[in-house]
């Protein structure tokens, strides 16, 4: 027992590590899950963290945060995957809060976020060594490389995000048919738990008659967020758009000014991109002050992450007995290979929207080279990258 709180303790230190540390999005993301909990402290092996990845992915919600959220309940049941996800998200959902609340302030003064430009280029390197990591590991035959490659290029021309999941669970159904080749388990009799999802349709009925009958601001946005957690498919990137249609274009809380300037920032601190929510909550309460906005950024930030933790407490508990049959071992194959691909396409996504120049790909190349070839933490690299944006 004292071994395992020291593990649980040890497993929060590390999510707090990686809340402060990882920058770029989900794509970002796993290649330092990677690093820290499965190099580092062998919490899971490879082939696990992107067997849970593709898995989130299939899922509505934060991909990277759902991911790290179900390795705390494999280790410590859901009191640790609770925890996890409030680890993991306070630093970013304060930051943005406070960014919130100071907006205005930033605006009356000028001041610029001119020092991000170099993290942009340094997030594609990220993706771009993620793409290189997963791929060399999952991707081990042919078919598996034609799957990567489809895959890459139907997410990257995909005009939907909901076309994510049906990827993934077509390159799945693909691989589904090799599982005579494999060799039969002795299946576990098991039960569905439905609490989980229960408990995210509750809410989101509940949330939903609420907000029909109260002009609440604050219960407003926690139906709002709830609502987009509960359907946005592919990451952080996919609620930006979403969320500008609904804050500066339809209810117009927002200035397009004001959302820009947001998503420049979240862009440069760590942890999940779905604390822009946050932001957004605060500054649409700005009219009741600071406790106001405080309340606005709670309010989003529990909307928009509470449904993918509900979703995926109810897969994770049935998962390990469902991937015993070998039709559903055999799929992992292929929905492991279009993670792969899906990945790739996002690093030429993320590349599109910065300037093709040298500066831009230098930046992206070293940033690779140096993730590739040498033991340098990934902290240290951004933080040369944060103080050279301050210097120039």
Not at 58 to 78: D, H, N, R, V
Not at 161 to 175: D, N
Not at 290 to 301: K, M, N, Q, V, Y
Request: charged share 10%; glycine share 8%.
């Amino acid at each position: 027992m004292v071994f395992k709180r020291v593990r649980n303790y040890i497993f929060l230190r590390d999510v707090i590590i990686l809340a402060l540390t990882a920058f770029g999005g989900p794509q970002a993301h796993i290649a330092m899950f990677m690093e820290r909990l499965v190099k580092k402290r062998a919490y899971l092996s490879e082939e696990n963290l992107i067997e849970l990845y593709a898995l989130c992915q299939i899922l509505p919600g934060p991909t990277s945060t759902q991911t790290i959220t179900a390795i705390g309940y494999k280790i410590g049941g859901s009191s640790l995957a609770f925890l996890t996800l409030l680890v993991w998200a306070l630093p970013a959902v304060t930051l943005m809060t406070a960014a919130g609340m100071l907006i205005s302030i930033m605006q009356e003064n000028n001041i610029s976020i001119a020092f991000t430009k170099f993290i942009q280029p340094m997030a594609v390197g990220f993706v771009s060594y993620a793409t290189y990591k997963i791929s060399s590991k999952v991707v081990n035959t042919n078919l598996g490389v034609v799957i990567m490659v489809i895959c890459g290029v139907l997410s990257y021309f995909a005009g939907s995000p909901y076309l994510f999941p049906v990827i993934l669970i077509l390159a799945g159904t693909v691989t589904a048919f090799k599982y005579k080749r494999l060799e039969k388990e002795e299946k576990t009799e098991f039960s569905v738990n439905w609490s989980g999802f229960i408990l995210w349709a509750s809410v989101f009925l509940f949330a939903a008659f609420l907000g029909n009958f109260t002009p609440a601001r604050h219960v407003l946005l926690f139906e709002n967020f709830y609502r987009n957690g509960s359907l946005i498919f592919g990451g952080g990137q996919v609620l930006i758009p979403l969320l500008y249609g609904e804050f500066v274009d339809f209810k117009h809380f927002l200035s397009s000014e004001e959302f820009l300037t947001g998503y420049s920032f979240v862009q440069s601190i760590p942890g999940p991109t779905f604390s822009f929510s946050s932001y957004i909550g605060a500054l649409s309460m700005r009219d009741y002050g600071s406790p106001g906005e405080i309340l606005g950024g709670i309010s989003a930030a529990l909307g928009i992450f509470l449904p993918g933790t509900f979703l995926i407490f109810f897969v994770i508990r049935i998962w390990s007995s469902l991937k015993k049959y070998r039709v559903i071992k055999a799929s992992l194959e292929g929905i492991t290979a279009a993670s792969s691909g899906m990945v790739a396409a996002a690093a030429v996504l993320l590349f599109q929207p910065l300037d093709a120049n040298a500066f831009n790909i230098i930046i992206i190349i070293g940033t690779f080279s140096i993730l590739t070839f040498t033991k340098v933490p990934a902290p240290i690299i951004i933080l040369v990258g944060l103080i050279a944006g301050f210097i120039f």
